[in-house]
């Protein structure tokens, strides 16, 4: 069968992060999907699937289990799917997810997808702050205390960890393995650390992204669905504004950087989160599911 391969959050091959992208999803049961992501073993695999409802029905596979939301790999995905429409304009889609219906846009000029998420959820991490920056390789002198370790979803949850200075990304090193015994309330989240220091002037944020032990992957590249979460920390623990629109940066370090654009704005009680990016086709290739 084909794998298609789409690189996101860049216009350069193999960097960004990459989806394996399945067409006619619905040809497969839960069993053969799971085969089919941990034989490819990227971070995500995306199946379309016809919806009775809206446009697409996407489901996303890490190696490891279902997620109910990928940004990224939604983002690869509907790149895909409009370059084969082939359009000159721009177009809305409605997709079926994990996390509920969300809108897509196509902006043809920019030659981006921009995607709503869930709206963002945080709860605070009540747990060993010390055992928490052990486990990626850095002390408590590391984290920037002035604001708060929570978790954050949008669709998929993950542990966001203020960090004060850029230099430390280079020091981490992962074991996902503790991460379940430290993350006591979510103990299936992932971690995301992040820092205000970026290497490109053009940006507001940098992170890094830890995968769950359950996932079957250490790190993913370039995170859609944690970088809009973590706008939306932004904008309720940094900025305490009713709107914001960011550049973030991930990748640098294990030399597959990306620009994830986050935006977050304040309605009421609720914090609605949109992200977009571009994405490139880089290569089709066979998987033997015998």
């Not at 446009?55 to 939301?69: Q, S």
Request: hydrophobic share 35%; aromatic share 10%; with cysteine.
């Amino acid at each position: 069968m084909d794998i298609i391969k789409y690189d996101v959050f860049t216009l350069t091959v193999n960097k960004g992060n990459p989806v394996g992208i399945i067409v006619d999803g619905d040809k497969y049961d839960d069993e053969i999907m799971q085969k089919i992501a941990c034989i490819v073993g990227y971070n995500e695999c995306c199946f379309i699937c016809k919806s009775d409802v809206v446009d697409y029905k996407l489901r996303y596979f890490t190696p490891g289990h279902e997620t109910p939301l990928c940004g990224h790999a939604t983002i690869g995905t509907m790149k895909y799917i409009v370059d084969c429409l082939g359009i000159n304009n721009d177009l809305d889609f409605k997709i079926e997810t994990g996390a509920g219906i969300l809108d897509i846009h196509y902006n043809y000029d920019a030659d981006e997808i921009l995607m709503e998420q869930a709206n963002a959820t945080f709860t605070p991490f009540e747990g060993n702050k010390e055992q928490l920056l052990n486990a990626i390789g850095l002390s408590v002198e590391d984290l920037d205390i002035r604001y708060p370790i929570v978790y954050g979803s949008t669709g998929s949850w993950t542990t966001l960890i203020p960090i004060k200075t850029l230099d430390s990304f280079q020091r981490m090193k992962p074991n996902n393995h503790l991460f379940p015994s430290i993350l006591k309330e979510m103990p299936r989240a992932s971690i995301h650390p992040f820092t205000l220091e970026c290497y490109d002037q053009k940006s507001d944020m940098h992170g890094r992204h830890f995968s769950s032990c359950y996932s079957g992957t250490i790190e993913d590249s370039v995170t859609g669905t944690a970088s809009g979460v973590m706008s939306a920390y932004y904008l309720k623990y940094i900025k305490g504004s009713d709107e914001v629109d960011l550049m973030i940066e991930q990748g640098n370090e294990i030399n597959k950087e990306g620009y994830v654009h986050g935006y977050a704005l304040r309605n009421n009680d609720e914090i609605e989160v949109k992200i977009s990016g571009t994405a490139v086709k880089s290569k089709i290739f066979k998987i033997d599911l015998i």
